[in-house]
């Protein structure tokens, strides 16, 4: 019998870049994954994972049925038993403790989770609860948040710069499709800095590296901006005919001098002056903020600011290789809003509502400390908390102490060990979605329909049909009128302007939902001046600092206890990129296991010598909330007294088992995980003993 072979383009979505990919399909089973030359972002490369989908759709590991347990122990059980009892248990809880006792949380799955977050708010706001809970509040979305305070709208660096200062963003690692750009414009003539505790590869071909403590980016963005306005290299014409609050820019910064800074962060004053200089007179300049870096510090939210403001003064918005604002792509969002406010709303008013506009995310960072009291289900869709959460223990004992927790997922993760329920989930391939390229990759206005190349395998059950079936049993009917999952997507795609049929057969390799124009129209900006504030009055008023400042880490040497240091007297940062793995995730992947087989924590040599570590030795990593144990992996590149720890390892190399929950960026909630304090010892294998 002849088996039909075909190709289909779609894209992947094992991170958030969605790059695109050519899918082969014969006799109804994907053979061939290659990257979609034709694709704008990726130009038809894969990163190692994306070339190894393949082995995380057919792993032999994945979640065949659903999932109960009983007694302690997993048992198979069918997906309308499954459903009914977890209806039948959500509604028992919603009549004892009411609707908002319902928590959703989606991780980070594609681009920005479309669909699934999409339906996972549904289903929990129809249900009643305003509890949703995502990658939102830890990461990214504080970015977003202050360059909408700023700007009135989100622009976003474009990919082609003629000067990229990758400050604490490694793209090698973590930014695939930008490190070709990078590449490709640095033969040209572009120009690149790097600001980082590590002096990553790409800095052996930058015009500058500065080497930073962690957590002080603030002070050394301030004493930029003092360069900046002291030497008079701002853009006049620009910062007068589009920003508010220049005038008190300038007495602000006048303190924060290099002299300032170098001693904060290490970053010489000469070195300082030069960025500026180098800043300032290149028109075309974007500063790539690391895309969580920044986010998980004490100075989170003003770092965002200042970032933003250093665009602003040097004329660096709407010019080719900038920051430039092209508009999103409007997609239909189906999800109510509901009455009540998350958890968090209160704490930290402005990740909630900005001008009157609420976004849907509750502070995740507060739900441990929610439960059981106000929270007592937990639905986990797409998401692995209990290892990419800070805290690790803290999640771990607040989970079990929830009366209900389902986990739809592709494999058995730590969080689904602690669940009632497991409930198998499609892969990308298996399903129909939305691929686009905006927020998370500077400018391309690109959108793709993602296909579904392959039936579901096994028993799994894409999203919309979990929560479509689901809804049904708890009433929720008419918030899910769509028959078919191509329906959904449809639906969704329906502002953009680029319908599915003509993205299936028109464009299947995508199109540019929009031009891109860079002239800076009447009313670009939307904030209530109407101009780029570099003074903001919503942050004053919310009790904030208006213009930009500098916070310690709240364990550093300027804030913190020194008897808290001498104990732990090594800077702490968690969560550095590796190319072969999207957080907890791919470990199963033997390909990309061979290649990257230990989690390694990452230390300079004098660290290495004054703790009696060497390059492969087995150490234990120590803070005040808990322990790891890795290989060492002694790197000159490090900076001494810094200790470079990857999280997304499961067990005892769990890196968010030493992060704190409560060490917290004041604006927004985020935990600091960047700037923390750490001991470090060897573990001697002879003796099994630690030294
Ligand atoms: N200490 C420290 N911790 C960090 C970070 C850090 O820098 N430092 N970074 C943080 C950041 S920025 C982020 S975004 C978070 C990420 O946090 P998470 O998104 O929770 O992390 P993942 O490990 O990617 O978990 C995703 C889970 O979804 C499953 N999955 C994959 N595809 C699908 C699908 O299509 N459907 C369903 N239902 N499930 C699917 C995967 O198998 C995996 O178990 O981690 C954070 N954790
Ligand atoms: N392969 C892979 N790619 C990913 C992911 C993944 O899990 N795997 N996750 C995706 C997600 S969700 C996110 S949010 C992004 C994260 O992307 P980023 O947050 O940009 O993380 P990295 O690119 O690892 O770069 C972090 C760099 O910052 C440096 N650094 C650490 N602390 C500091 C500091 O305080 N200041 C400065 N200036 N530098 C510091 C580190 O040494 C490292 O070189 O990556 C995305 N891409
Ligand atoms: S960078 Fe992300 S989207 Fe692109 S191929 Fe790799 S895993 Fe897939
Ligand atoms: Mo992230």
Redesign the pocket.
């Known amino acids: 019998m002849m088996t039909r072979k075909i190709e289909i383009f779609t894209d992947c979505s094992l991170?958030?870049?969605s790059c695109g990919t050519k899918v082969t399909v014969e006799g109804g089973r994907a053979v061939k994954i290659r990257g979609l030359e034709s694709h704008p972002l990726n130009k038809g490369r894969l990163?190692p994972?994306g070339a190894n989908a393949l082995d995380v759709v057919y792993s032999p590991n994945r979640i065949k049925r659903p999932l109960k347990r009983r007694n302690g122990a997993f048992q198979e059980i069918g997906w309308d038993q499954a459903l009914d009892e977890i209806a039948e248990r959500l509604n028992n809880l919603e009549a004892r403790f009411g609707p908002q006792s319902l928590g959703m949380f989606c991780g980070?799955i594609g681009v920005e989770n479309l669909e699934m977050s999409t339906l996972a708010h549904l289903l929990q706001s129809g249900f009643g609860s305003p509890n949703f809970f995502s990658?939102e509040s830890i990461?990214?979305r504080m970015r977003i948040r202050t360059r909408q305070m700023t700007f009135g709208r989100y622009p976003t660096e474009e990919f082609d710069s003629k000067l990229y200062i990758?400050?604490?963003?490694?793209?090698?690692?973590?930014?695939?499709p930008l490190r070709f750009f990078l590449k490709k414009n640095l033969k040209k003539g572009a120009r690149l800095v790097v600001?980082?505790?590590?002096r990553?590869p790409l800095a052996d071909e930058a015009d500058m590296y500065?080497r930073?403590?962690?957590?002080?980016?603030g002070a050394?963005a301030l004493a930029v901006m003092n360069v900046i306005i002291k030497e008079d290299l701002y853009d006049k014409a620009f910062v007068d005919a589009h920003t508010y609050g220049f005038e008190k820019l300038v007495p602000h910064v006048k303190p924060f001098t290099p002299e300032w800074a170098e001693d904060i962060t290490w970053v010489a004053a000469e070195d300082i002056r030069r960025l500026a200089r180098l800043f300032a007179r290149t028109k075309g300049a974007s500063i790539?903020?690391?895309?969580?870096?920044?986010?998980?510090?004490a100075n989170g939210t003003q770092n965002s600011r200042a970032f933003s403001v250093l665009q602003a003064i040097t004329g660096n918005i709407n010019v080719p290789g900038g920051w430039v604002t092209s508009p999103p792509p409007r997609f239909s969002n189906p999800g109510h809003v509901v009455g009540g406010e998350p958890i968090g709303a209160e704490s930290y008013p402005l990740f909630f509502d900005l001008w009157g506009k609420k976004a849907p995310y509750g502070v995740v960072t507060m739900v441990p400390e929610s439960i059981p009291e106000k929270l007592k289900a937990f639905l986990v869709v797409g998401g692995n908390p209990l290892i990419s959460m800070p805290d690790s223990h803290v999640f771990r004992e607040a989970f079990k102490r929830l009366e209900l927790l389902v986990v739809h997922d592709l494999f058995m993760t730590e969080t689904a060990e602690l669940a009632h329920y497991v409930l198998p989930a499609c892969s990308h391939l298996e399903k129909w979605g939305i691929g686009y390229t905006y927020n998370?990759c500077h400018c391309l206005p690109y959108l793709m329909l993602r296909k579904q190349c392959i039936g579901p395998l096994h028993e799994s059950w894409s999203e919309w049909r979990f929560l479509t079936e689901l809804a049904k049993r708890l009433g929720l009917d008419k918030d899910f009128p769509w028959k078919s999952e191509e329906e959904f997507v449809s639906c969704m795609l329906g502002p953009s302007g680029l319908s599915f049929d003509y993205l299936l057969n028109e464009k299947p390799e995508g199109d540019f939902y929009t031009d891109k124009k860079y002239e800076i129209p009447q009313g670009l900006f939307r904030t209530p001046t109407g101009k780029i504030e570099i003074y903001s009055e919503t942050l004053k008023e919310a009790g904030f600092d208006p213009l930009p400042t500098y916070l310690e880490p709240e364990q550093g040497p300027i804030r913190g206890d020194q008897a808290f240091r001498d104990k732990y007297p090594l800077i702490l940062?968690v969560?550095?990129?590796?190319?072969?793995?999207?957080?907890s995730?791919q470990r199963q992947v033997e390909t990309l296991r061979k290649l990257s087989p230990d989690a390694l924590t990452e230390i300079g040599p004098e660290t290495a010598k004054e703790y009696g570590i060497e390059d492969g030795d087995l150490m234990v990593v120590e803070t005040n909330r808990g322990q790891v144990r890795m290989k060492a992996k002694v790197d000159e590149r490090?900076a001494e007294g810094?200790v470079?720890v990857p999280?997304?390892w499961g067990g005892e190399a769990n890196g968010n088992l030493l992060t704190d929950i409560r060490v917290r960026e004041p604006v927004m909630g985020y935990p600091d995980q960047?700037?923390l304090q750490c001991t470090i010892r060897k573990i001697s294998l002879r003796s099994g003993l630690e030294h």
Do not use: A, M
């Open positions: 991170c958030y870049h990163c994972k980070s990658v990461c990214y990758l400050w604490g963003h490694n793209p090698e690692q973590s930014d695939f600001i980082d505790p590590k990553i500065l930073i403590r962690p957590g002080t980016d050394l790539f903020q690391g895309t969580c870096t920044q986010d998980q510090t998370v940062s969560g550095n990129r590796n190319l072969y793995y999207t957080h995730q490090v810094v470079l999280h997304g960047k700037s």
